[in-house]
C-alpha cells in the first residue's frame, strides 16, 4: 500500500494566537492518528506562485489513514481553535 503525505501550506496567518492554539493540539492529535511530522518550517526558498510561509508535511501509511486522522475528533477540536485564524491550503497526496 502507497503512502500518503497531508501538505499543509499556510496561505496568510490573521490570528497567531489562534495559530498557536491549533498548534498545541492539532500535532499531537494527528501523530496519535499514525502521522509523522516530515518537514514544517517557512520555506527555504519558493519558485513560481509559492508563498514563503509555514509549510507543513505530514507521512501517513496510508491515504484513508490520513482522511481519518483529519476527520477524527481530536483533530477537528484543532480546527475548532484555529477558527478563522489562518488561510491554508491542505492536500492529502498519495505517494507513488
Known amino acids: 500500500m502507497a503512502k500518503a503525505y497531508w501538505i499543509n501550506a499556510v496561505r496568510k496567518v490573521v490570528d497567531p494566537e489562534a495559530v ?40 501517513f501509511d496510508s491515504v484513508e489513514q490520513a482522511i481519518a486522522a483529519h476527520d477524527s475528533a481530536a483533530y477537528q477540536e484543532a480546527l475548532k481553535a484555529l477558527g478563522n485564524g489562518a488561510e491554508r491550503d491542505v492536500r492529502i497526496v498519495q505517494g507513488v
Open 20 to 59: 498557536a492554539a491549533y498548534a498545541k493540539l492539532a500535532g499531537p492529535a494527528l501523530q496519535a492518528a499514525g502521522g509523522r511530522f516530515l518537514a514544517r518550517d517557512v520555506p527555504a526558498v519558493t519558485y513560481e506562485a509559492a508563498i514563503k510561509e509555514r509549510t507543513i508535511l505530514i507521512e
